[in-house]
C-alpha cells in the first residue's frame, strides 16, 4: 500500500553520505519536528536536490514512507534569510547542533521552529551574538519542558530582584548561601522570565545558567560548535 507524501516548511540541520550518491538528511520542520529523510541522488552533480538542502536556508520538502527514514521526494527553496557569516555563522552552527542534541525525531514544537527561524534572521542581521543565542536557549529549554520557574524559587517564595539564587536539578532556584560562587542575582531571573537581559552583568549571569541546565540536559557530553567558538576566542588578539 502506498504511503501518502507530507509537505513541511524545514530547515537543514545537518547531512551525511549514504552509499554512493544519495545522503542522510536531519530536517527541522515546522509541524512535524525532526525528521530524518534520504535524499536519493543527491550527492550527484546534476541532482536538483543537491542545490537546495542547504543549511540556514527556509525549505518546502515533502516525504512519503514510513520507518525511522523517510524518502525525500522533492525539495523547493524558500529564500528570505540571508547565510549567516563570521561567527554568526559559527553560532548558528551551534544551534543546529542545540536542536539534533535535545529533540527526539519527530516531536513537533511550531514555536521553537519560529524562534530558531528569527535566531538566522537576526544572525545573518549582524544582531548581539550574546543576547541572540540567550533568547534561542532559553526558547528551546522551555519548549522542551526543561527551563525552569523563573519568577518563584523552589519553595513558591517569588523571586527577589536583589537576594542570589542557586540552581537545583529538579528542584529550581534555592536561596544562595552566603559566598557561593556560582548563584545568579534575581534579577537576572526575572529579566529572563520577561525576555530580557539589561545588563551585562545578567547577561553573563544568563550564559552561565543556560549552559548549566543543558549541561545537565546532555549529561555533560560537550558541544563541538562550542568548543570551536571557544578556543578561536583563546586565539583572537
Known amino acids: 500500500m502506498a504511503t501518502s507524501k507530507v509537505r513541511d516548511t524545514a530547515f537543514v540541520l545537518h547531512s551525511t553520505p549514504y552509499r554512493e550518491t544519495s545522503l542522510i538528511v536531519d530536517l527541522f520542520t515546522r509541524d512535524h519536528g525532526r525528521m530524518g529523510v534520504v535524499a536519493k541522488g543527491a550527492k ?76 538566522l534572521t537576526a544572525l545573518a542581521e549582524a544582531a548581539p551574538l550574546e543576547e541572540t543565542l540567550r533568547s534561542f536557549e532559553w526558547q528551546m529549554l522551555r519548549e522542551t519542558g526543561h527551563a525552569p520557574e ?47 537581559l539589561t545588563s551585562p552583568d545578567s547577561r553573563s549571569e544568563a550564559k552561565y545558567l543556560a549552559r548549566a541546565i543543558l549541561s545537565h540536559q546532555l549529561e555533560g557530553y560537550p558541544l563541538r560548535t562550542r568548543q570551536v567558538l571557544i578556543d578561536l576566542h583563546k586565539l583572537s588578539p
Do not use: K
Open 150 to 196: 523563573l519568577d518563584i524559587d523552589a519553595t513558591g517564595e517569588p523571586i527577589r530582584p536583589g537576594m542570589r539564587y542557586a540552581w537545583h536539578p529538579g528542584s529550581g532556584f534555592v536561596v544562595a548561601e552566603p559566598g557561593s560562587d556560582t548563584a545568579v542575582v534575581g534579577r537576572t531571573l526575572l529579566d529572563l522570565a520577561a525576555g530580557r
Open 44 to 119: 550527484r552533480p546534476g541532482s536538483a536536490l543537491r542545490a537546495v538542502l542547504l543549511q540556514f536556508q527556509p525549505i518546502s520538502a515533502v516525504w512519503s514512507g514510513q520507518g525511522e527514514l523517510r524518502t525525500l521526494n522533492t525539495v523547493e527553496w524558500l529564500g528570505g534569510i540571508q547565510p549567516p557569516r563570521g561567527d554568526a555563522l559559527l553560532c548558528a552552527f551551534y544551534t543546529n547542533e542545540l536542536l539534533l542534541r535535545m529533540l527526539p525525531r519527530e516531536d513537533p514544537h511550531p514555536a521553537l521552529f519560529d524562534a530558531y527561524s528569527a535566531t
